[in-house]
Structures are given as C-alpha cells and as structure tokens.
C-alpha cells in the first residue's frame, strides 16, 4: 500500500490497457496449459473415449489401462532404466568437467584465463559439422556403446560461463590467499572451501545437464544400434513417432481394441515419460532462472 | 621517443613473464587439473573443425581423414548442379526466418505485459505455466503435435468436425509444416525466453518509473520511453545470437515431424546432412553440404554483428 501522495489515479485509458493486459496473460496461460490438461485427461480416460473423440477437456471414463499398458512395455521399462543411468552418469562427468575447467578460469591470477576463454568461445563460432564429430566417435571406438552418450556433449561453454561468473563473484580472492598462507593446496582448496561454498551453482550445472540429458534422443540415434542401449527417448520415438498403427492378425474386433489401446497408451507413455522432470520442475524453474540470470551477467 | 617505447615493451614482456611465471608455480594444481577439459576441447570440437577438410576429399574409411584423395570443390559443385540445393536452401532460410519473426518477439512482449501486473498468484501461475513447455522433450513435444493434429483421432480435427468443419491431415500438407514447425515452437519456448528480459526490466531504475508518472505518462508511453530502452541491449544480444544460429535451427524437431508428404517443406540443409552422411554414409558430399551451412551461419553473424554495432553501439565484440 503506497500512501495518498504517492499514488497519481490512473487515467481510464490505462485502466483499459492493463485490463487488456490480463486478457492478454491469461488467453497465453489458456494457450500453454490446454495440451497439457488433454493430454493427462486423455492418459486417465478409457480407450473407446479418447480414440472416439469424447475426450475434450476432463478425463471420460476414468481408467488406467493407458498406464498398465506402459508398466507392462518391456522396451519402456528398460529405456526407463538406461535413461536414469545416463542421466546420472553424465550429469557427474558434465559437472565434474565444467568445475574444473571454470573455477580456474575465475581466479585474478590466473595466467592464460583470457586464452582458455578465447579457446572455448571459438568452439561457439565455429562448428565442425555432423559429420566429422561422428567420425569423431566412431574413430575412438564409442559407437554403440554407453560412452558416446556420456562423453561427446560432456561440456557445454555456456554452462562454463556460468559458473565462472558464479566463481568469480561468490569466492573472494582474500579467501584464496588465506588458504594458501595456511599452505592448503589448490585442489584441497576447491574439494573443501569452494565447492561447499558453490551448493547453489552445482544445483543449477547439474540440472541444466540432466534435463538436457534425459530429453535428447539425437545422439543415441545416430550412436547406437543396440536396442538394449536405448534411452528412453529414443523408444518413445519408436512408439509415438516411427511406428506404423497396423495391428496383427487379430480379428477385427480384437484388433481394433489393441488398437485403441496403443493410441490410450500414447497418451500415458507421454505422461510416464515426463514425471521425472516434474517432479524436478519446482526446484529447475527456479534454478534455470538463476541460471539463465547468471549466464547474462558480461563477464 | 622510439628508446622509451621498446622499453616499455621490454618491461611489459619481462613482467608477462614473470607473471605466468608466479601463475604457474601458485596454482600448477589447478593447470594439471584443466587438462582433462581441454582435451575435451580439442577431441570433440577442435578435431572436427580440421576433420572438415573431408569436404574437399574422397573420404574412404580404409584411407581416413589424412591420407584420402583430395578433389577440390568437387562435393560442393555437385551439390549446387543438384537442383535440390536451391530448394533446401530456400526451406531452411524460410522456416528460420519465419521462427525469428514468431519467437523472438512474443517473449517481449510477454516480458512487457509481465512487467505491467502486480506481483501476486496470477502473475506467479502465468510465470510457473508459461516456463513448463520448456522442459518438455523434442520427442514428447511432435508425439503430442502428431497425436493432436492426428486426421484420424486427433482433438483438434474432432473439434473441428463438431462445428462442421472438414478433418484436415495438417502434417500431410506441405503448406503447413512451417505453420506447425513455428507457433509449437512459439508454444514451447515464449515462457522461458522472457525470463532474460524480465531480469533486465526488474534492473530499471524506480526513479525513471516515478518520473515519468509526474511527467503524466500514460502505461504505454512508460513502456514505449522507459522499458524498451532499458531492455533493448538485451534484446539486440538475444537477437544477434539468434540470426547467429538461424541456419542451425530446430533441426531435432523437423527431422521427427518429417513425413513424405510434408517434405516439400521440411527437408532442410542440416536434415539432408543427416540423410546423406549417416544414413547414406556419402561422408565428404554431406561434410560439404555442413560446412556450406556453418559458414552462411557465421557470416550472418558477423553481418548482424556489425550491422548492431553501427546501430545500436553493442555488439558480441
């Protein structure tokens, strides 16, 4: 509450504008959810009422046959599985990487900092191609193996960036000087101070890497052949995207219940397929802001 | 005059020396630990750039990179004599030049409006429900475009039938793949994309905001006079950064929405390169088609680079 002096009353041509304002705000945010409410409703409706169009906005018979039909999808457990296991595994070699490499970079001493950056920023300027970074990884031996998901996009210079700016700001000089007065080396230093110190810094690296990571389907796309090595991603491709809706030789009633049955299940794989980054999304809208804020600073 | 100068060089490079000199003997720790990331560097972003040079090569995998045939500009001839090139070239400069013009606006205005509300639960539920869509999979994102717009089932056509509307096979038509390609993309990033300018308009000074109220200042002239320009280094970065990455764009998502009835449209550059060099394992043709797109991507760069620092006076660099 502002006092009387403060407050000049609003003209009606800005009470207008600020009404349209709303109007504006509120069709987006109708714009953005409607998908998302269908697509749930739909996941938790029965197979006759998606596939027959019933399902428009709330759920329409309310069942879960969509959801017992991915439980029971082998192929998405195991991609389940793998993606959890990449996630975790690059996402510690990624933050691992990018601490290292940006903590250095932060420190004022630091002889040869303005190299090292020039040296990652070229990488943003100029890029090889498709092709040579595939002949890249197929000349180290990692294609169809679980290391060209993990290692190829291991770094990232805009998360480099990041957190040397965090570095830079949040771990004074005077800090480092003390420890090496107290002769404490430098990696004891950043196991010990600084990385206690940069809690929030790793949260927002680790998420950034992680959702990247769980959402990408490219790589193992074109990195791997095995099917027992497929993210998820790569399997919901198979199932929502590739393959074709033609049923067995089931008769025709049968075969239009699978039918209906596997589009059901579409709905509920998206659904399955998106609850660990919902499940993480409170925490990563706050962090990727921060981030993204971090990120924008001219360092 | 000439005496002095060199040695003020001389000190300068004594002092460079003395100073890595100290660098390296205070952190050599730091220096050992760094080596892992460049090698990263070098491996897979450095050797790639030289690994280009298989552009202007028969690249045969018994050969390899260094020892295969050189043959000149052979790969890119035969690309532009193929009367394809043009088409793609004109797919891809069309379906990024329609997404700068949907998705690089709307988060302003967004930013704008967001600007404008108090803070409160609607402003905080626009914000938690506008950001969402970006954490969303590429995949997920064309299962849900193909399940929607579906001729067949799909609620977008069921609803059009219900007010006595024809069904429409959207992903069918060639004419509507940028359509689709551009406003999900709009749909999925808006949200996010504002948060930069948000962050730039929560810097604006109060006192800009009280003197244009005394100035009796209607909404629209605070936002025309004081928010835009409070924001517009920030926008004229994002937007140089994104003419910089418009040949680069979205290429996940066309190649998943892709069908033999919408290519017309949608094979683009990066999408060919994909076709030719890994499916088709025509290495050299494909590097060239890649490097031919990079390089039009830089020189847009620098071009706007240039161009945003004669305007504006900022620029990258």
């Known amino acids: 509450m502002s006092s009387k002096q403060g407050t000049i009353k609003e003209s009606s041509n800005d009470r207008v504008f600020l009404t349209l304002i709303y109007i504006f705000l509120s069709l987006l945010m109708i714009v953005i959810l409607y998908p998302l409410v269908y697509i749930v409703s739909a996941s938790i409706s029965s197979p006759e009422a998606v596939t027959s169009g019933q399902v428009w906005l709330w759920p329409v018979d309310f069942s879960l046959e969509g959801y017992i039909e991915v439980f029971n999808n082998s192929d998405v457990i195991r991609g389940f599985r793998n993606s959890i296991l990449y996630t975790i595994g690059y996402t510690l070699i990624a933050v691992f990487l990018t601490v290292i490499f940006a903590y ?196 | 005059m000439d005496q002095s100068l060199d040695q003020s060089k001389e000190i300068k490079k004594v002092t460079q020396r003395h100073l890595a000199k100290r660098s390296f003997q205070r952190h050599w720790q730091l220096y050992i630990l760094m080596i892992l990331p460049v090698l990263y560097f070098i491996i897979f972003k450095y050797v790639p750039m030289l690994g280009a040079v298989i552009a202007f090569k028969d690249y045969n995998v018994v050969q390899g990179i260094i020892e295969s045939p050189w043959v000149g500009w052979k790969h890119f001839e035969n690309f532009f004599n193929n009367p394809v090139a043009w088409d793609l070239i004109k797919n891809t400069l069309f379906l990024s030049l329609y997404q700068l013009a949907v998705t690089f606006p709307l988060p302003i205005l967004l930013a704008l409006a967001l600007n404008e509300i108090r803070d409160g639960i609607f402003k905080r539920s626009v914000q938690m429900f506008t950001y969402a869509p970006y954490f969303i999979s590429t995949v997920v994102i064309v299962s849900m475009i193909i399940l929607m717009l579906s001729p067949r089932s799909g609620i977008i056509n069921t609803l059009m039938e219900a007010v006595g509307l024809d069904a429409v096979n959207f992903l069918g038509q060639a004419s509507m793949f940028r359509d689709i390609f551009v406003w999900s993309d709009a749909w999925q990033i808006t949200g996010y994309s504002a948060i930069i300018y948000l962050a730039a308009l929560a810097g604006v000074d109060k006192q800009q905001y009280e003197a244009a109220k005394i100035d009796g200042a209607s909404r629209l002239q605070k936002i025309w006079n004081v928010d835009i320009p409070a924001i517009m280094p920030t926008i004229v970065i994002i937007l140089i950064l994104s003419v910089g990455n418009l040949m680069a764009i979205g290429f996940e998502k066309v190649y998943l929405l892709q069908n033999p009835l919408n290519l017309g449209t949608s094979e683009i550059l990066q999408t060919y390169v994909y076709k030719m060099g890994i499916i088709n394992a025509d290495f050299s043709f494909a590097t060239a088609v890649g490097l031919f797109n990079s390089i039009i991507n830089l020189i847009l760069l620098i071009i706007v680079n240039e161009i945003a620092k004669k305007v504006s006076g900022n620029g990258l660099w």
């Open chain 1, 104 to 299: 250095p970079l932060s420190r004022k001493n630091f002889y040869g900092k303005s190299f090292f950056m020039i040296f990652i920023l070229i990488t943003m300027l100029f890029y090889g191609g498709l092709i040579p970074e595939y002949l890249v990884v197929q000349q180290l031996g990692m294609l169809d193996t679980p290391w060209a998901i993990l290692i190829p996009k291991a770094m990232a210079v805009w998360q480099i960036i990041i957190a040397r700016t965090f570095f830079y700001t949040s771990i004074p000089e005077e800090l480092v000087e003390a420890s090496e007065m107290d002769g404490c080396s430098s990696i004891r230093f950043l196991w010990h101070v600084v990385l206690p110190l940069s809690k929030p810094i790793i949260a927002v690296l680790a998420l950034m890497y992680a959702v990247f990571q769980w959402n990408s389907y490219f790589d193992a796309m074109i990195f791997l052949r095995t099917e027992e090595l497929f993210p998820l991603q790569l399997e919901l491709r198979e199932i929502l995207i590739t393959q074709s809706e033609s049923g067995a030789n089931q008769d025709i009633a049968e075969q239009q219940k699978r039918q209906q049955l596997a589009n059901l299940m579409q709905y509920s794989l998206i659904v399955v397929s998106s609850i660990p980054v919902l499940i993480i999304y409170p925490f990563a809208q706050k962090y990727f802001v921060k981030g993204m804020l971090l990120g924008s600073v001219k360092g």
